[in-house]
């Protein structure tokens, strides 16, 4: 079983579904059809069981009306992330807000760029009680120098469970003074291995078996990036899997797909 817990949607409809661009990310969003339909045929193809439906903060900012309207065609495959704006008062509400108009699996906050004052001003806090008050789990899309600011959150709040966008943005060749490994101590913390980064890495296996002996396959989980990274949904997939392939058969399946389902249930 293969669970893609990084993929994302747009909707062509732009007069019920605006676009906000933020200038990050690629461009896949602005010709192409990507709705769940056209996700759901890209897995179906490749053989992927399911997959997590996660907010495009590229196209849309933080309206996650699209995700939320195309994650619910399928609720028994999709499951869906939403974003919240960390520069907001109360971004805690928010996310209860979010929570009331559709099932989550998990909330994004972003911290590139400037969006960096959540860290530790008392809003991340308040994204990661409201999450643990509602059983989802905190992706935080941070790079390295902030790393230790989420594991400072993640220590605080204990049984919340987070899922590292991209595993932190590491550098790569990984060394053993990488912020990355500080969170290994901190048994809520897990990695969410994409695309970018092993497509980055000269060596995937290599990454994935290090990340595996340092936190334990059961921490790990794959995501395509779909499509962001690249449209050809199954080269993505074969990525994951080849990159996994030196794993044990356990291992294997925890990053592939157990990992993946703790942490980003379908709501059906």
């Not at 893609?4 to 192409?32: L, M, Q």
């Not at 972003?110 to 960096?116: S, T």
């Not at 809003?123 to 902030?146: D, H, Q, Y």
């Not at 395509?224 to 899997?241: E, F, K, W």
């Amino acid at each position: 079983m293969i669970v893609d817990t990084h993929t994302h949607v747009n909707c062509t409809d732009t007069a019920r579904y605006p676009r906000s661009p933020r200038g990050v990310g690629s461009d896949w969003w602005k010709s192409a059809d990507h709705g769940a339909g056209t996700l759901l045929a890209a897995i179906d193809a490749a053989g992927v069981s399911r997959a997590v439906v996660v907010q495009a903060v590229g196209p849309y900012g933080y309206d996650c009306t699209c995700a939320i309207d195309e994650a619910a065609r399928s609720p028994d495959r999709l499951a869906l992330v939403v974003a919240v704006d960390p520069s907001v008062p109360s971004p805690g509400q928010v996310v209860r807000d979010l929570a009331a108009r559709a099932p989550l699996a998990g909330v994004r906050l972003f911290g590139l760029g400037d969006e960096l004052g959540w860290l530790d001003d008392g809003r991340g806090a308040e994204v990661w009680a409201a999450a643990g008050s509602l059983g989802l789990t905190v992706v935080p899309v941070v790079m390295p120098p902030s790393v230790g600011a989420v594991a400072r959150l993640a220590a605080a709040h204990p049984g919340v469970a987070v899922a590292m966008d991209h595993c932190g943005f590491p550098d790569l060749p990984l060394t053993d003074d990488a912020p990355l490994f500080a969170l290994v101590a901190l048994p809520d913390v897990h990695l969410k291995v994409s695309s970018h980064l092993l497509e980055a890495a000269p060596d995937a296996g290599a990454v994935v078996g290090r990340l595996a002996d340092a936190f334990g396959a059961d921490r790990l989980c794959w995501g395509s990036d779909y499509p962001q990274t690249s449209t050809d949904y199954g080269a993505l997939v074969r990525l994951g899997v080849d990159a996994a392939a030196a794993l044990s058969s356990p291992a294997r399946e925890a990053f592939l797909s157990g990992t993946a389902l703790r942490l980003f249930p379908v709501p059906a």
